[in-house]
C-alpha cells in the first residue's frame, strides 16, 4: 500500500511538475509571438514576400501582397508602409490611374506620415504622366504645404518649375533660392547650382511672334533677322526688292498684264515673308525651349533615391 501510494504520489508530483512546465511554455511561445526580439520574425510573410517581389520588378505580384497584408492586419505596424508601396508599385508599373488612386487613399488615411511628401510627389508625377498638368501642380504645391521633408520640398519646387518650362511661352523664374536656402530647403549646392543654371540660360529668351510678323511687315524678311536667322534675311530682302522693282518698270512701261503678274508675285514673296518670320519665332522658341530644358537636367534635376527605380516626372514630360 505505502509503495503503491508513493508510486501514486510520484506520479501526481510529475504531472503537475509538467502542468506548470506546459503554461510557462505557452506563456513564452504567446510573449514571444507578440513581441520578438527579431524584426525579421514580426514581419508577416506576405509582407516580406511583397517587398520581395516589389525589389524584384514583380510589381503586380507585389501588390497582392501587400494587400493581403493589409486585410489581415488592418492596424499592423507596416500598414503604412504597405499602403505606400501599393501605390509605388502602380506608379513603376505605369498603372498611373491606380497609382493615384491608390495614393489619394494613402494620403487621406496617414496625414501625418513621413512619406506624406514623397505620395505627394508620386502622384504628381503620374498626373504629368496622364496630362494632367493642372492636378499635378496641385499635388507638388500640397507637398510645400505638408510636412514633408526638405528633400521632397526641393524636388517639388523643381518639379513645378519642369512643368512651367514645358507648358509656359515665358521663361519661368525660380523662387528666392536665398530664403529657401536660409529655410532648409535648398542645401549650399543646390544655391551654387541654380545660380549656376541661371547664368548658363540668362541670354536665353523667347521671341515674340507678333513682333517677328511686324518687323517683316515693315521691313521684308526683318522678323528673320529678329530670330537670328542672318542667312535667310538678305535673300528675302533682295527677293522682294526685286519683285518690288519689276512690278513697278512693268507698270511705268505701261504692261499692264505683266505687272499684275509681277505684282502677285511680289504680295506671294511679302505674306509668305511675313508668315516665315512668325513660323520662325515658333521654331526658335522651341529650340530654346530644348536648350533651357538640356540645362536643367545638367545643373538641377533633382536626386531620386534609387535612381534606377524612381523614375521622375521628367521622363513623361521631356
Not at 504520489?9 to 503554461?23: K, N, P
Not at 504622366?129 to 523643381?158: H, P, Q, T, W
Not at 522682294?240 to 518698270?249: D, Q
Not at 514673296?269 to 536643367?296: A, P
Request: charged share 20%.
Amino acid at each position: 500500500m505505502c509503495r503503491c501510494g508513493l508510486s501514486c504520489t510520484a506520479h501526481l508530483v510529475y504531472l503537475l511538475i509538467g502542468i506548470t512546465f506546459s503554461i510557462f511554455g505557452v506563456c513564452s511561445v504567446s510573449r514571444a509571438t507578440d513581441q520578438p526580439a527579431d524584426l525579421h520574425e514580426e514581419t508577416p510573410e506576405s509582407y516580406r514576400f511583397g517587398m520581395h517581389l516589389f525589389k524584384m520588378g514583380e510589381y503586380y505580384r507585389a501588390i497582392t501582397e501587400f494587400e493581403r497584408y493589409c486585410f489581415l492586419f488592418p492596424n499592423g505596424p507596416l500598414i503604412e508602409k504597405a499602403r505606400f508601396y501599393i501605390g509605388e508599385a502602380f506608379f513603376l508599373g505605369k498603372q498611373y490611374g491606380d497609382a493615384t488612386t491608390a495614393f489619394e487613399r494613402f494620403c487621406s488615411q496617414f496625414p501625418k506620415s513621413s512619406l506624406l511628401g514623397k505620395s505627394l510627389l508620386l502622384k504628381g508625377r503620374c498626373y504629368i504622366a496622364m496630362e494632367s498638368y493642372e492636378k499635378a501642380y496641385k499635388s507638388f504645391r500640397e507637398v510645400l504645404d505638408s510636412n514633408a521633408g526638405s528633400s521632397d520640398k526641393r524636388d517639388a519646387i523643381l518639379e513645378s518649375y519642369a512643368l512651367d518650362l514645358l507648358l509656359s511661352d515665358k521663361k519661368p523664374s525660380l523662387p528666392n533660392i536665398d530664403k529657401l536656402a536660409e529655410q532648409g530647403i535648398f542645401s549650399r549646392e543646390d544655391v551654387v547650382a541654380i545660380k549656376d543654371y541661371q547664368a548658363a540660360t540668362s541670354h536665353k529668351t523667347y521671341k515674340s511672334p507678333a513682333v517677328a510678323g511686324v518687323l517683316s511687315a515693315i521691313i521684308p524678311g526683318s522678323g528673320l533677322l529678329y530670330c537670328k536667322r542672318y542667312g535667310d534675311f538678305p535673300i528675302a530682302l533682295v527677293l522682294n526688292g526685286l519683285t518690288i522693282w519689276l512690278s513697278t518698270e512693268l507698270y511705268l512701261d505701261k504692261l499692264y498684264v505683266y505687272a499684275g503678274f509681277a505684282t502677285a508675285l511680289e504680295l506671294g514673296w511679302y505674306g509668305g515673308g511675313i508668315y516665315h518670320s512668325v513660323n520662325s519665332t515658333y521654331k526658335y522658341n522651341k529650340k530654346i525651349k530644348k536648350d533651357l530644358i538640356e540645362q536643367f537636367h545638367f545643373y538641377l534635376r533633382p536626386p531620386i533615391e534609387g535612381d534606377e527605380r524612381w523614375q521622375t516626372g521628367f521622363i513623361y514630360l521631356f
